[in-house]
Nanobody
Framework: QVQLVESGGGLVQAGGSLRLSCAAS????????IGWFRQAPGKERDLVAA????????YYADSVKGRFTLSRDNAKNTVYLQMDSLKPEDTAVYYC??????????????????WGQGTQVTVSS
């Protein structure tokens, strides 16, 4: 059974940094895409970044490009989202999600079959 567990959220001042982790278990993820979504109160859940496990190619939404960086550790089956220069508008619950092999583009928010429980990120001004 596929399991994704996020960690690393918290409260930070604007301009600060956080690193989120998504630990994956239950199968081999070499053909998967791991995405990070976020949902702020009253808003839809949006894809902010995604990484293809096989070759570490990555996608970033315009709102986070240049500030967020994805990486993965094969030995630990973990994907990291380094978030720098955080802004109050980055405040949301962040979810990691797993998408089995798909021909969808990295920037597509569809096809994600497995979800973590979410971690709260709060950026104060």
């Amino acid at each position: 059974q596929v399991q994704l567990v996020e960690s690393g959220g918290g409260l930070v001042q604007a301009g600060g940094s956080l690193r989120l982790s998504c630990a994956a278990s239950g199968r081999t993820f070499s053909s998967y895409t791991i995405g990070w979504f976020r949902q702020a109160p009253g808003k839809e859940r949006d894809l902010v970044a995604a990484i293809r496990w096989a070759d570490a190619s990555a996608y970033y939404a315009d709102s986070v490009k240049g500030r967020f960086t994805l990486s993965r550790d094969n030995a630990k089956n973990t994907v990291y989202l380094q978030m720098d220069s955080l802004k109050p508008e980055d405040t949301a619950v962040y979810y990691c999600a797993g998408r089995p092999f798909s021909r969808n583009s990295l920037g597509s928010p569809t096809g994600y079959a497995y979800w973590g429980q979410g971690t709260q990120v709060t950026v104060s001004s």
